[in-house]
T-cell receptor, first 112, second 110 residues
């Protein structure tokens, strides 16, 4: 069966520090991968999606970037964190339409 | 892109009560999902339901694609049902980007 792993679960980082969040999927090949962010008490916003190795599409201009160095690995990065980058980051995968998404357990990022 | 609206934004129930949550979407959809976000933030997939009716225990969902809405029914609610319920959908267009509604925050009191 397919599983999705996301880490770390929580992270406290100072303003101006770099960020790297990792997401991996097991038990499938060539998944569509997604990064979402949820601000406190709000809905989910799509940040990036990828349909293949090295293929990244950005939905919202911001201080973040994403990379997909391997088929089942998706990384969210920042060179210098801002206070506004705080939030709950969720990775998701889908085998492609018509099929649903499955989400990871999320990373709660606090920038101080 | 597709717009997803949920109602009501907040709902308070006594344990044992039934409820209906609604999701309206602006265009035809190829996917519609209902999620429950638990207190730890994890999104639990409840239903993948682009059309028709499905049931899972005390929960059921119906999507009427031609009228662009979906309903989530919770029967005999329990305190563990508390949390935020999200509807999300994608339509035609590249890469099946799932767009979320703002959610319904449910509190079930004993």
């Amino acid at each position: 069966s397919q599983t999705i792993h996301q880490w770390p679960a929580t992270l406290v980082q100072p303003v101006g520090s770099p960020l790297s969040l990792e997401c991996t999927v097991e038990g499938t090949s060539n998944p569509n991968l997604y990064w979402y962010r949820q601000a406190a008490g709000r809905g989910l916003q799509l940040l990036f999606y990828s349909v293949g190795i090295g293929q990244i599409s950005s939905e919202v201009p911001q201080n973040l970037s994403a990379s997909r160095p391997q088929d089942r690995q998706f990384i969210l990065s920042s060179k210098k964190l801002l206070l506004s980058d705080s939030g709950f980051y969720l990775c998701a995968w889908s085998p492609g339409p018509p099929a649903g998404y499955t989400f990871g357990s999320g990373t709660r990022l606090t920038v101080v | 892109g597709i717009q997803v609206e949920q109602s009501p934004p907040d709902l308070i129930l006594q344990e044992g009560a039934n409820s209906t949550l609604r999701c309206n979407f602006s265009d035809s959809v190829n996917n519609l999902q209902w999620f429950h976000q638990n207190p730890w933030g994890q999104l639990i997939n409840l239903f993948y339901i682009p059309s028709g009716t499905k049931q899972n225990g005390r929960l059921s969902a119906t999507t009427v694609a031609t009228e662009r809405y979906s309903l989530l029914y919770i029967s005999s609610s329990q305190t563990t049902d508390s949390g935020v319920y999200f509807c999300a959908a994608y339509g035609d267009g590249g890469y099946n980007k799932l767009i979320f509604g703002a959610g319904t925050r449910l509190a079930v009191h004993p």
